[in-house]
């Protein structure tokens, strides 16, 4: 049982725009940022969205992020088949210590 | 080129122990947090532990609490996990990144993963 609850799994077709939930706590997302990776197949998570919102250099601005409150989203638009990936949110905790969601599995059709 | 390299897994029994490293290079090792974060085969992502620039500020899950044990050289540029009392459910593949700013969940740099099996 992940701290952080994501949906697990997602799907769209090419062009479509989807968006990933992450439900979390006032002990998380409520009083820290919010993190997103992405995870192709077989390779090592990839930092998308730092800071609830920012996207580093090189992540298309197909890629979005939001926060309110205790939840934050993910949004993918002009969806690609390369965008077909595992997607984590992932945030500080009081607890000291990292917590990420249980990850959504993204399909494109 | 920023580059994180995991060495060290393998197979051990139950019980048994296992120490990672991660090799850091292409950027100020000693200026930055690092953590270990695993993926169990067909499971998600789980935070592990981190260690602050100067190891002054360690953190574990409680999954591995009062098991392993973080650790760094920055004279060699050196992340470390030991890894003592293994069970079945530590089977996973172990990854060192680099925490941009400490305490927080923002990790820029991965390496490729070192897989541990806990079995007998």
């Known amino acids: 049982q992940s701290v952080l609850t994501q949906p697990p799994s997602a799907s769209g077709t090419p062009g479509q725009r989807v968006t990933i939930s992450c439900s979390g706590s006032?002990?998380?997302?409520?009083?820290?940022?919010v993190y997103w990776y992405q995870q192709l197949p077989g390779t090592a998570p990839k930092l998308l969205i730092y800071?609830?919102?920012q996207r580093p250099s090189g992540v298309p601005d197909r890629f979005s992020g939001s926060k309110s409150g205790t939840s934050a989203s993910l949004a993918i638009s002009g969806l690609r088949s390369e965008d077909e990936a595992d997607y984590y949110c992932a945030a500080w905790d009081a607890s000291l210590s990292g917590v990420f969601g249980g990850g959504t599995k993204l399909t494109v059709l | 080129e920023v580059q994180l390299v995991e060495s060290g897994g393998g197979l051990v029994n139950p019980g048994g122990s296992l120490r990672l490293s991660c090799a850091a290079s292409?950027?100020?090792?000693?200026?930055?947090?690092m953590i270990w974060v695993r993926q169990a085969p067909g499971k998600g992502l789980e935070w592990v532990s981190s260690i602050s620039s100067s190891s002054s500020h360690i953190y574990y899950a409680d999954s591995v609490k009062g098991r392993f044990t973080i650790s760094r050289d920055n004279a060699k540029n050196s992340l470390y996990l030991q890894m003592n009392s293994l069970r079945a459910e530590d089977t996973a593949v172990y990854y060192c990144a680099r925490d941009v700013s400490g305490s927080s969940a923002e990790f820029d740099y991965w390496g490729q993963g070192t897989l541990v099996t806990v079995s007998s």
């Open positions: 800071e609830n919102n």
């Open positions: 006032s002990s998380n997302i409520g009083t820290n940022y």
């Open positions: 292409g950027f100020t090792f000693s200026s930055y947090s």
